[in-house]
């Protein structure tokens, strides 16, 4: 379902431009957070760094790695979900239902912070709900912790998880108090590691401002008008609605798959929550409901109700995800008024660029500039580039302005804040350098 429209070479999308440049700064030898200023977390930009070590900027690398994340949390759901029993038969329903979920929109074929850290979130489960099932294990235990270390280090608001672990130590372990702190321990050891690294590079205050402090900040807005994100979501949310109330009328069960359903119920609604407190909402968001909608889906799947009925559902469920997601190849988009453009990269605006293979600096929210070209200091995300930019009239903001342009100098610096002026004004050696061209918002190193 998602190759065919992978390999035709749908458009890119501005996060994944600014992913992609966060990777190439990484390859090219500079240090995150110090010299990179983004809130990337640790751990995804470790990926974004060698996806691009290995495949350049390249779209479809990053479309496939994507593939292939989301190929993998379904097999390893499901292979935990048959290994441990948690249903009365065993099959590969689960799976199914989340690679068709997944298949749903391109923004689930992103490679995004919220995708890598649901991989950890996956493998977290066996270590967090097998204690008295297998007996007593500290490794477990820890490892478990790790594994949610791991996803917060993906990507920060995913420690919200810990109340999951929190929940399953309660539901599942014989000694509640030890059990938690081994949990927490084996959280902390990824982010103690980290801590002394950056003790050794200089860079913890840069971490603690960009990756600590910045995701937290309660700003939620839509990347996508809300009715488009809730036409999308309409096929998984009817699922997920039905399969609850196939959950809520099951018989009486094993205590072991009791406390199992108990915990997934506390996964849905932490996802909820890590879902509707980001700063920015849309499709891609949605990313968390996935492992709880084909845990839940499997009741409504196998319950007593007529062949016919759960066949129909699964096939209208299946042709829905086929119609939005091939809107746009088969012309039914207009039909359904889904408006994509304001994640997409448009083709007029990148034509409109009129350097190409050059290092650019873009002093605004335009990120266009860079698709063809390369970007130099460590001023990435305007957001945060505020820190210095934002300050002009503090003279520390300005000193390390100086310092960073210092080491490097765009060829072409797109000014679409109007702060030239003023820069050339306040640091005339580095930024006199530089010449208006036939476009007033484009000034040319001379």
Same mark, same amino acid.
Request: charged residues 10%; hydrophobic residues 55%; glycine residues 4%.
């Given at each position: 379902m998602q190759l065919p429209l992978v390999l035709w070479g749908i458009p890119g999308t501005a996060p994944e431009l600014l992913h992609m440049l966060v990777g190439q700064r990484m390859a090219d030898g500079y240090q995150m957070y110090r010299e990179i200023y983004d809130n990337t977390a640790p751990l995804t930009a470790m990926v974004l760094w060698l996806v691009d070590v290995l495949a350049g900027r390249s779209f479809l690398a990053y479309r496939l790695t994507a593939m292939g994340l989301l190929l993998l949390q379904a097999l390893l759901l499901n292979y935990n979900l048959n290994r441990h029993n948690v249903y009365v038969s065993q099959n590969y329903l689960p799976a199914l239902l989340y690679l068709v979920l997944g298949s749903l929109s391109f923004e689930f074929n992103m490679l995004t912070p919220l995708l890598i850290g649901n991989t950890f979130l996956i493998l977290s489960l066996p270590y967090i709900v097998t204690l008295n099932r297998e007996g007593y294990d500290n490794n477990?235990?820890?490892?478990?912790?790790?594994?949610?270390?791991?996803?917060?280090?993906?990507?920060?608001?995913?420690a919200m998880f810990l109340v999951v672990g929190m929940f399953a130590?309660?539901? !599942?372990?014989?000694?509640?108090? @030890?059990?938690?702190?081994?949990?927490?321990?084996? *959280?902390?050891?990824?982010? %103690?590691?980290? #801590?002394?690294?950056?003790?050794?590079?200089?860079?913890?205050?840069?971490?603690?401002?960009?990756?600590?402090?910045?995701?937290?900040q309660l700003q939620v807005t839509f990347l996508r008008p809300p009715s488009d994100v809730a036409i999308l979501m309409l096929i998984p949310g009817?699922?997920?609605?039905?399969?609850?109330?196939?959950?809520?009328s099951l018989p009486q069960r094993l205590v072991f798959q009791v406390k199992f359903q108990q915990l997934m119920w506390v996964?849905?609604?932490?996802?909820?929550?890590?879902?509707?407190t980001r700063?920015?909402?849309?499709?891609?968001?949605?990313?968390?409901?996935?492992?709880?909608?084909?845990?839940?889906?499997? !009741?409504?799947?196998?319950?007593? @109700?007529?062949?016919?009925?759960?066949?129909?559902? *699964?096939?209208?469920?299946? %042709?829905?995800? #086929?119609?939005?997601?091939?809107?746009?190849?088969i012309g039914i988009n207009e039909l359904l008024q889904v408006n994509e453009s304001p994640m997409l990269l448009e083709e007029e605006e990148l034509a409109r660029v009129?350097?190409?293979?050059?290092?650019?600096?873009?002093?605004?929210?335009?990120?266009?500039?860079y698709a063809y070209n390369k970007p130099v200091t460590p001023y990435l995300n305007w957001q945060l580039a505020q820190r210095h930019f934002g300050r002009l009239s503090e003279y520390r903001a300005v000193?390390?302005?100086?310092?960073?342009?210092?080491?490097?100098?765009?060829?072409?610096?797109?000014?679409?804040?109007g702060l030239m002026p003023e820069l050339m004004y306040k640091l005339p050696n580095i930024f006199g350098k530089y010449e208006q061209t036939s476009d007033p918002a484009i000034y040319k190193l001379k």
């Open positions: 477990r235990l820890f490892v478990g912790g790790f594994m949610l270390g791991l996803a917060a280090l993906s990507y920060l608001p995913l130590v309660l539901f !599942f372990a014989a000694n509640t108090f @030890r059990s938690m702190m081994l949990m927490f321990c084996g *959280f902390a050891f990824p982010y %103690a590691m980290l #801590l002394t690294y950056y003790m050794y590079t200089n860079t913890v205050p840069e971490f603690m401002e960009l990756h600590l402090l910045r995701p937290w009817l699922l997920l609605l039905l399969s609850l109330i196939s959950a809520a996964w849905l609604i932490v996802s909820l929550l890590v879902t509707f700063d920015e909402i849309t499709v891609a968001t949605f990313i968390l409901l996935l492992p709880p909608i084909a845990y839940f889906s499997q !009741f409504f799947f196998t319950s007593n @109700r007529k062949l016919w009925i759960l066949n129909t559902v *699964f096939l209208v469920a299946l %042709a829905g995800v #086929l119609l939005l997601r091939y809107r746009t190849v009129p350097m190409k293979n050059s290092t650019v600096l873009v002093l605004g929210n335009d990120i266009s500039y000193f390390l302005l100086h310092e960073n342009f210092k080491r490097e100098q765009p060829e072409f610096i797109v000014d679409k804040a």
